[in-house]
């Protein structure tokens, strides 16, 4: 096998020569900086030429990330257990589709496929970056550099000594079709984060101060629109089948991912600011820089190890938390140390004059209350997320319970609520507070009205009636606008409203799912109707549901299928709503078999009002009634106490001269004696064992003389002279156990109004492609300076 | 203009000030057993889970086990009456986050460490290399 470990594996080779053309393409690019030609002139046949050679090294630098890619994708399908990483996250068992996201189950791996969303994304960035393309790819290309060191020093290509006949396997909880999509869009959104990052360092490398908001700000966009969904369908995933009782659990590797969310967020709204009134550029450079450093910031937290006791899950250290800190602490000092640099260049006014006569009712205002509020959460994520680290400084490592973050964001929602009731009806020029009055008095009134409607659903926290009434009056005020939008044949700038109505929306459905879920949990007889809140809820049977969901009995299973191979068991439970709506539930819980793990997915019936979440606890398959007493396990001349009756085992009598039947029949006779020393009686029960015949024996019991016990043989080992013999009669309460039914002992959790937090996240998310879609088509039309 | 800076500033203000208070209160130490069971508040505690010690009371719909400190082999034991993490039985260590009360720690929420998250460095022990690619 010696074979296996010489020479290095094409891929790593791939990843060295993404390095080595990553830094030639920074290098060239220096040198086009250089040729630029100064505002306005005609770029000179120099300038062409090093852009192009540029541009030739940009795609070496790509296509090596691509093709190292695909020859892990293809090691992985493939089965090449000679690989490390194919052996730890792969194995036979696993369908195509599972296969595929074993590519990122792995640390190595995922940093793979961050870069490669880099690479590909960057042949887009190059091409939108116009007159700012040399800077851009410099700073874009650099962003990545430090995770294809990583990758060059712990390549996912290292081989094995011995080739191993199967993989690990992936971890059963990562066997999810969530598992396939959900990260490459999470990375996806992280790679688009460096875009933003590098049009602010270049603009202030080339003092550009508005142009690099019109060619970022269709990216910002993406990264809210890619990060956004990822984030969610991580939650959805947690929520449906991972079954940890919700869709968002405050955990590191979620706020990690929601910081730069957040920051991008306030980004998209500096950046319309200072589209529009030409000033606020420092807050969107700083934006812009921090929303990058958080991604890192956010990957060392997770992949070191610092946070290994703190979330569910982060990874072990990998060795390479020298080298994230190291990146962190780059991609801080750039990015701040230029920020520092050009600090007193950077135009703030231009316009003082006009800048004092800005009433403040405005939409300026509005706009920089927003940037400061979605600031303000993301730095008390961070905080507290950041916890562990920062009491580490001053003693014992701790971290913040949940509740710092649910307190801490009722208010923000609150306000935020708030400042979308207001947002249509608030103009640049400014307004009075009638002029508002008079224009919200619709969405005013529909508010209201949500504030009524709640509190006749039994909502009596005057602080969810008045968050409540806020969402329903910003639902309604930006639904009237985007109404107004599509009268006006103006659907491609009414992006910014509908994404309103779709937060609306969701802040509403974030606070009623999680304030006012119930939890329960009951115990289910077979067959016996138990009622669960205003539902009816009965234990059926077990049943087996295959990968297809297809649910099947046992023998009904095709073995030829993988996914009838994959079948896992499930409990039917036939779920009965108050108006007579039977659904049938199928919580899972199986043993995988590759690891012995016990696994437990939830089953969720979704309505628009109310979702029933059904969650495995317990199953106990019960027990006949059956007649036993007390078990003992005897080694010759050893005495035990049988409720309270002495027994001692003496010897064994093997008998093998009988036959029965033409098999050979062995005959164990067990010699005890019962009873006090010196009152004690000898009492010999008899074994008899078939061989052949798959073993069968028969007990023939033996009465104690003189009382109403007995004792029988369960097992005789005549070499280890050991017996286990059952003592019968002894209990006053007498020996037979009653039966015990089958039973499923489930979590029932009731999460009404769920629904509208996908609802309103759809709405935002469309809202989100309609603006990057128009702010994509500006940047297309704008030539700049 | 300059008033919205102002409103700004006094609302971001008052968030960090939320934000750094709460942050105090609701702050959980990593303790050991023995001042788990001392310091009547909530606190962290980590350890490994002991074989069988695992038992549901349906009557009262609660887990209780026991945990292991794998230094010391102290032993501390936990009740958690919320949806069981996926498996619990499989851990290689229990983060549990609670109170002591009286006899047991009443456990608000568990995190479990499997042994999948190992994996990586577990192939290149069980089959050797890692070998430089």
């Known amino acids: 096998m010696s074979s296996l470990s010489i020479g290095y594996a094409p891929g790593t080779l791939a990843i060295w020569f993404a390095l080595l053309s990553g830094a030639a393409t920074c290098l060239v690019y220096y040198r086009a900086l250089g040729l630029a030609p100064a505002g306005g002139a005609e770029p000179s046949a120099g300038y062409a030429e090093a852009i192009g050679f540029g541009r030739r090294l940009y795609a070496a630098f790509a296509l090596s990330i691509v093709l190292a890619s695909v020859l892990l994708m293809k090691a992985l399908l493939s089965h090449d257990f000679r690989l490390s990483y194919v052996t730890s996250y792969s194995g036979r068992d696993l369908p195509t589709s599972f296969l595929l996201s074993t590519f990122w189950a792995g640390q190595e791996g995922s940093f793979l496929l961050w870069v490669f969303f880099g690479a590909l994304i960057g042949f887009a960035v190059y091409l939108s970056a116009r007159e700012q393309e040399a800077p851009v790819m410099i700073v874009y290309v650099l962003s990545f550099l430090g995770i294809v060191a990583i990758l060059a020093k712990q390549p996912p290509f290292r081989f094995l000594a011995e080739l191993p006949a199967d993989g690990q396997g992936l971890n059963p909880l990562l066997q999810d079709y969530w598992m396939v999509i959900h990260p490459p869009v999470m990375f996806a959104g992280f790679a688009s984060l460096s875009v933003p990052f590098a049009f602010a360092l270049a603009a202030l490398w080339q003092r550009r101060w508005d142009g690099w908001v019109v060619r970022a700000m269709p990216w910002a966009l993406f990264t809210l629109v890619t990060l956004g969904t990822a984030i969610l369908m991580g939650g959805y995933w947690a929520y449906k089948t991972l079954g940890w009782g919700g869709y968002w659990a405050w955990d590191p590797v979620e706020n990690t991912s929601l910081v730069p969310w957040l920051a991008t967020v306030a980004l998209v709204h500096g950046m319309f600011l200072q589209k529009t009134r030409e000033k606020h550029r420092k807050i969107n450079l700083i934006l812009a820089i921090v929303a990058y450093c958080c991604i890192l910031y956010g990957t060392f937290l997770t992949r070191s190890g610092v946070l290994a006791d703190f979330s569910v899950h982060s990874f072990v250290d990998l060795g390479i938390t020298g080298w994230l800190v190291a990146i962190i602490v780059g991609a801080l000092a750039i990015g701040f140390g230029m920020l520092a640099w050009r600090w007193r260049e950077i135009p703030v006014d231009p316009d003082a004059a006009a800048d004092a006569e800005e009433p403040f009712l405005s939409r300026s205002v509005l706009f920089i209350l927003a940037v400061t509020l979605l600031s303000a959460s993301a730095v008390v994520i961070l905080l507290g997320t950041s916890s562990p680290l920062i009491t580490r400084v001053t003693g014992k490592p701790a971290q913040v319970a949940t509740s710092f973050y649910n307190i801490t964001h009722t208010p923000l929602a609150a306000v935020m609520a708030l400042l979308l009731a207001f947002v249509p009806f608030v103009s640049w020029k400014g307004e009075t507070w009638g002029s508002i009055g008079k224009k919200a008095a619709t969405s005013s009134a529909i508010g209201l009205l949500a504030g009524v409607v709640a509190l006749l659903a039994g909502i009596r926290s005057a602080k969810d009636v008045m968050i409540l009434t806020f969402c329903g009056a910003g639902l309604a005020a930006n639904l009237e606008t985007t109404i107004l939008f599509v009268r006006r044949k103006a659907i491609r700038t009414m992006g910014g409203y509908l994404s309103h109505v779709g937060v609306a929306i969701m802040l509403a459905g974030i606070l009623v799912s999680g304030v006012y879920e119930r939890k329960e949990q009951v115990t289910l007889p077979k067959d016996t109707p138990v009622m669960v809140g205003r539902h009816e809820m009965t234990f059926r049977r077990t049943v087996l549901v295959n990968d297809d969901g297809v649910v099947k009995l046992p023998g009904e299973l095709d073995p030829a299928q993988l996914a009838d191979i994959r079948a896992k068991q499930a409990m039917e439970v036939e779920v009965k709503s108050p108006g007579g709506k039977v659904w049938k539930a199928y919580p899972k819980m199986y043993v995988n078999q590759r690891t012995n793990q016990m696994m437990a997915n939830p089953d969720v019936q979704s309505t628009p009002l109310l979702d029933i979440y059904v969650s495995p606890q317990s199953y106990d398959p019960g027990q006949p009634a059956k007649s036993e007493g007390t078990v003992l396990h005897l080694k010759k001349g050893e005495t035990k106490l049988a409720e309270g009756t002495l027994v001692k085992f003496l010897s064994f009598d093997v008998d093998m001269s009988q036959m029965d039947a033409g098999a050979k029949v062995v005959a164990v006779t067990a010699n005890f004696e019962v009873g006090p020393a010196g009152a004690a009686r000898p009492v010999s029960p008899k074994l008899i064992v078939r061989l052949g015949g798959g073993g069968d024996q028969v007990a023939e019991p033996a009465p104690v003389p003189g009382s109403k016990a007995s004792l029988r043989m369960r097992k005789a080992s005549a070499s280890e002279g050991i017996a286990e013999v059952e003592v019968l009669g002894l209990s006053a309460a007498g020996d037979t156990k009653p039966a015990t039914p089958e039973t499923f002992s489930v979590d029932v959790t009731t999460k009404p109004l769920i629904s509208l937090v996908w609802a309103g996240f759809y709405i935002l998310t469309a809202g989100g492609i309609l603006a990057m879609v128009r702010r994509a088509r500006d940047a297309h039309r704008s030539a700049l300076v | ?133």
Request: some cysteine; overall charge positive; aromatic content about 10%.
């Open chain 2, 1 to 133: 203009m300059k008033k919205g800076y102002w409103a700004g500033a006094v609302l971001l203000l008052g968030f960090l000030a939320l934000g750094l208070t709460t942050f105090s209160r609701s702050m959980t130490p990593y303790v050991g057993f023995d001042e788990a069971r001392k310091a009547g508040r909530t606190v962290q505690v980590m350890g490994g889970l002991e074989k069988s010690s695992t038992h549901y009371d349906q009557a009262t719909k609660t887990l209780h086990f026991t945990l292991v400190d794998p230094k010391t082999k102290a032993i501390l034991p936990v009740a958690y009456s919320d949806v069981k993490p996926a498996n619990f039985e499989d851990a290689v260590s229990i983060v549990a986050i609670g109170k002591w009360q009286g006899e047991e720690l009443r456990a608000e929420k568990l995190l479990v460490k499997c042994p999948s998250k190992y994996q990586g460095q577990e192939t290149e022990k069980a089959y050797g290399g890692g070998a430089k690619s």
